[in-house]
C-alpha cells in the first residue's frame, strides 16, 4: 500500500534536507526550527542563506525576509527580494526575530505543491472578514 505523506511530513523532510546539505551555519538553522511559526514554513538554501517558503515546491514564494552568513559569526537579513535590505544581526536568535516580525499577513503552514498553485488555492479561498 503506497502511503502519501503529510503536509507535516512534507515540510519535516524539507528541515531534514536543509539540516543534511550542511550550507547554513547550525546555530542559525536550529535557532529557526524552535520558533514555531518558521518551523511551519518549508526552508531551502542557496548560498550560505537561509529562506523560508510558504509553500513546498519549485519555485518558491519570495515574501519572506531570507537570512545571509556574514563576518564574524553575524547575520544579514534581507529580502523578500534581494533588492530589499532589512539590516544586520549580532545573532542568529536577532536574525530570526527579524523574520518573524516582517511575516506576511496570514502566513501558515506551508502550502504543498508551487507558488502559482498557492496563488490559485489563495485566490479560490475566501478570506476572513476584518473590520
Not at 542563506?49 to 564574524?72: K, V
Request: charge should be negative; charged fraction near 25%.
Amino acid at each position: 500500500m503506497n502511503r502519501v505523506p503529510s503536509d507535516d511530513a512534507i515540510v519535516e523532510a524539507g528541515w531534514q534536507a536543509v539540516r543534511d546539505d550542511g550550507r547554513v551555519r547550525t546555530d542559525l538553522l536550529e535557532e529557526a526550527y524552535t520558533e514555531p511559526r518558521l518551523r511551519q514554513l518549508f526552508p531551502w538554501t542557496g548560498m550560505g542563506e537561509l529562506h523560508f517558503s510558504r509553500c513546498t515546491e519549485w519555485p518558491h514564494t519570495w515574501d519572506i525576509p531570507y537570512i545571509q552568513p556574514a563576518a564574524g559569526g553575524t547575520y544579514w537579513v534581507s529580502g523578500p527580494h534581494r533588492s530589499k535590505t532589512v539590516g544586520p544581526a549580532a545573532t542568529a536568535h536577532e536574525a530570526i526575530a527579524m523574520v518573524v516580525e516582517r511575516l506576511p499577513s496570514g502566513c501558515g503552514t506551508a502550502f504543498i505543491g508551487t507558488r502559482q498553485e498557492l496563488a490559485v488555492h489563495e485566490a479560490m479561498t475566501p478570506r476572513p472578514e476584518t473590520d
